[in-house]
């Protein structure tokens, strides 16, 4: 079986466009740039790559971008003060503080001082108890939006599927489970205590893998047609991991071998492709989404805080 590659860049490009539009709508009827603003605590190097990549993107829409960056050893109270200073300017529309942060700062604690209607990241307790009751004017985490998305673009049905997702964290698994419930699919999550992994992910017609484990699911784990869509982003540097999960892809091997780092999911992508009738490729999968939906979120905000309609 041959499965088709579920591009991201070209859905995020899709979307992308639009949010420039609205953007440059937005500056028209009100005179005022959609806002931005990113909270980097530390030097975390690919924090720092995704901070860069935000500001970036936000630029080239039209938006007005902000990086505040602080030490790594930031007091606590210095870091409320100062994401209470975006929280009252009212040029900053969305706002978000980059994880993972440090090891003395409470993630919780500072994500909460963001205020919901800037949370663009999606992850205050009052935008996930909307999106838990269904209320359509919270704003939902990026990376589950961009799942969607993606499956839309695709027009690849939910109603009435069997949906399975590995991993239950608060910044995909969870918000996404209940995206797919809203889109009446039956959803089933697995963790790290799951029994019979394997037997449960291949009862699924459309698997998302997102835990953070380089290479989990195998092709083992895939019903033969089965929509697969890979969240996982991660850095491998050991050889013999890399001639495993890049087995297939000789470019991508040879990449490595010269610079002895590749960026693999937490599917295995050769095993997978022979088995799925659809897959996303990591990287250029969900990712690009991520981004792209940032911003539509920000856009959202904006649009709402100016008092103009979508």
């Known amino acids: 079986m041959s499965a088709t590659i579920l591009d991201g860049k070209t859905v995020a490009a899709a979307v992308l466009d639009r ?58 109270d210095e870091l409320l003060a100062r994401i209470g200073e975006l929280a009252d300017d009212p040029a900053v529309h969305g706002m978000l503080v980059q994880l993972p942060l440090p090891d003395h700062l409470d993630a919780r604690e500072i994500q909460r001082a963001v205020p919901p209607d800037k949370d663009v990241d999606g992850f205050h307790p009052l935008n996930a108890g909307k999106l838990l009751l269904g209320d359509d004017d919270g704003l939902v985490p ?8 993606l499956l839309d673009h695709y027009e690849i049905p939910l109603a009435g599927r069997d949906v399975v997702i590995v991993g239950r964290s608060n910044i995909v698994g969870k918000p996404l489970f209940h995206l797919m419930l809203s889109r009446h699919a039956t959803v089933t999550v697995c963790h790290s205590r799951t029994r019979e992994l394997a037997a449960t992910c291949a009862r699924a017609d459309v698997l998302v893998a997102a835990v953070g484990v380089p290479g989990l699911i195998r092709g083992e784990h895939v ?12 850095a491998v540097d050991d050889p013999a991991q890399a001639e495993d999960l890049l087995a297939g892809q000789p470019r991508r091997l040879e990449r490595f071998r010269r610079r002895g780092r590749a960026l693999v999911g937490d599917v295995h992508f050769g095993e997978a492709r022979e088995k799925a009738g659809a897959i996303t490729p990591v990287p250029g999968g969900v990712g690009p989404l991520t981004v792209a939906l940032l911003l539509d979120n920000t856009l959202r905000a904006a649009r709402r805080a100016l008092g103009v309609p979508a």
Not at 225 to 234: E, L, M, Q, S, T
Request: proline share 6%; glycine share 12%; hydrophobic share 45%.
């Open 19 to 76: 949010v420039r539009r609205g953007a440059a709508s937005l500056l028209e009827r009100t005179g005022a740039r959609p806002g931005l603003a990113v909270v980097l605590v530390g030097d975390n190097p690919a924090s720092e790559v995704y901070v860069r990549n935000k500001t970036r993107r936000a630029e080239e829409c039209g938006f007005a971008s902000r990086l505040v960056a602080l030490p790594a050893s930031v007091g606590r």
């Open 142 to 149: 990026c990376t589950p939006l961009g799942v969607i998305a």
């Open 223 to 234: 019903r033969p047609g089965a929509v697969v869509i890979d969240v996982g982003i991660n």
